[in-house]
């Protein structure tokens, strides 16, 4: 399992930074034009997938009181697209080091309707990094819908065969 996920972390940065950099060279007004999607922009997706991991590492660093960063976040897209690569990058070094025993581990936590959970830290790994694949997904869709071009391939076995 541990072999798995250490995979999918590496994954999780390569596919984010091939389409974080296609991003970065737009035009900044087409990085915040608002198109028909689940968030309105590429700034918008890229925010939510910081804010989203952001809260899955608090929730299992079991901070008392978990907090969006994105709630008074200005900065660019430049600016989130960096820390949605420096929080895949802390999920890689966190598995790399990982025991099998803290990947087993069931933790408490409760979700932003104040739910109460518990499930083991592997199954909350896998949903992180599987919801980064789906909002790469949509991030390829807007690219698709400003008529972007050059989009590179993401597909986890096309990582797989550069490795």
Same mark, same amino acid.
């Given at each position: 399992?541990?072999?798995?996920?250490?995979?999918?972390?590496?994954?999780?940065?390569?596919?984010?930074?091939?389409?974080? $950099?296609?991003? #970065?060279?737009?035009?900044?007004? !087409?990085?915040?034009?608002?198109?028909?999607? *689940?968030? +309105?922009? %590429?700034?918008?997706?890229?925010?939510?997938?910081?804010?989203?991991?952001?809260?899955?590492?608090?929730?299992?660093?079991?901070?008392?009181?978990?907090?969006?960063?994105?709630?008074?976040?200005?900065?660019?897209?430049?600016?989130?697209? $960096?820390?949605? #690569?420096?929080?895949?990058?802390? !999920?890689?070094?966190?598995?790399?080091?990982? *025991?099998? +025993?803290? %990947?087993?581990?069931?933790?408490?936590?409760?979700?932003?309707?104040?739910?109460?959970?518990?499930?083991?830290?592997?199954?909350?790994?896998?949903?992180?990094?599987?919801?980064?694949?789906?909002?790469?997904?949509?991030?390829?869709?807007?690219?698709?819908? #400003?008529?972007?071009?050059?989009?590179?391939?993401?597909?986890?076995?096309?990582? *797989?065969?550069?490795?």
């Amino acid at each position: 399992m541990k072999e798995i996920l250490r995979q999918y972390a590496s994954y999780n940065i390569w596919a984010s930074q091939r389409l974080i $950099n296609c991003i #970065l060279e737009l035009p900044v007004e !087409w990085q915040v034009k608002e198109v028909p999607s *689940s968030f +309105p922009s %590429l700034h918008a997706t890229l925010m939510h997938m910081w804010d989203a991991e952001n809260i899955w590492w608090q929730r299992m660093k079991l901070q008392e009181v978990v907090t969006s960063p994105g709630t008074h976040f200005k900065g660019t897209t430049g600016d989130v697209a $960096n820390e949605v #690569l420096n929080q895949a990058r802390l !999920w890689e070094s966190w598995v790399t080091a990982a *025991s099998q +025993p803290a %990947l087993d581990h069931v933790f408490h936590y409760q979700n932003t309707k104040r739910e109460q959970f518990k499930q083991p830290v592997y199954q909350m790994l896998l949903h992180v990094f599987n919801h980064g694949t789906y909002h790469r997904g949509q991030l390829v869709s807007i690219l698709r819908q #400003l008529d972007v071009q050059k989009i590179p391939a993401t597909d986890f076995i096309v990582f *797989s065969r550069k490795k």
